[in-house]
């Protein structure tokens, strides 16, 4: 069962693929335009693509489900007699590495409504806030992109999980300082 290993890795790198696609959806960046290099970065930030609230809640039953499926499949695999302790390590650490990827569109998940609202605000700090989240959020992308694309998913693979847990740790900033900010607004009115 030691094939569980890469062939997990590989899915892996689908998966943040796929995540990243879902949280810029609902940043309404277009995605295309990010990848195109004649277009610079605050140009990119402007521009919106909206998707249905639908489309996102389908995108995400999807991720969930390859979520199932990739834990189950770990879930097998230590469970197969002879493992050694490293690949045992390997899986757990992979099965970690699943859940903080989804934990990033979960995030976005549970805030869409929110982030719906943020953007039909007049307030411009909310504005400037919002502004500033999708330009982290595409120079995340635009350096994640090479790690995901790389050949060697060995050598990517360290690099994959950090940013994951990056975007989680930028989610929740972002999270708790709008929350912080519409508290004390309307704490004051």
């Known amino acids: 069962m ?3 290993i890469p062939v997990v890795r590989n899915d892996i790198i689908m998966l943040l693929k796929k995540v990243f696609k879902f ?8 995605q295309k335009a990010l990848m195109k290099e004649e ?4 140009t990119k930030t402007q ?16 991720l969930k489900n390859i979520e199932e499926e990739l834990l189950t499949y770990i879930l097998k695999a230590l469970n197969q007699p002879n493992l050694s302790k490293d690949n045992v390590q390997l899986l757990h650490l992979q099965s970690n590495a699943i859940e903080r990827i989804l934990y990033a569109a979960k995030a976005w998940q549970d805030t869409q409504h ?7 605000s007049d307030n411009e700090f909310i504005r400037g806030r919002l502004l500033e989240l999708k330009t982290n959020m595409i120079k995340l992308y635009l350096h994640i992109i090479p790690i995901i694309d ?11 999980t950090r940013v994951a847990h990056e975007i989680r740790q930028d989610n929740k900033k972002f999270i708790d300082e709008i929350s912080d900010y519409v508290t004390d607004h309307t704490l004051e009115n």
């Open 2 to 4: 030691d094939v569980a």
């Open 23 to 30: 949280n810029v959806h609902h940043l309404r960046i277009d």
């Open 39 to 42: 277009i610079d970065l605050a």
């Open 47 to 62: 521009l919106e693509y909206v998707l249905s609230h639908n489309a996102l809640a389908e995108d995400y039953h999807n």
């Open 114 to 120: 929110n982030i719906h609202n943020l953007y039909q």
């Open 150 to 160: 790389g050949k060697d998913i060995n050598e990517n693979y360290d690099n994959v």
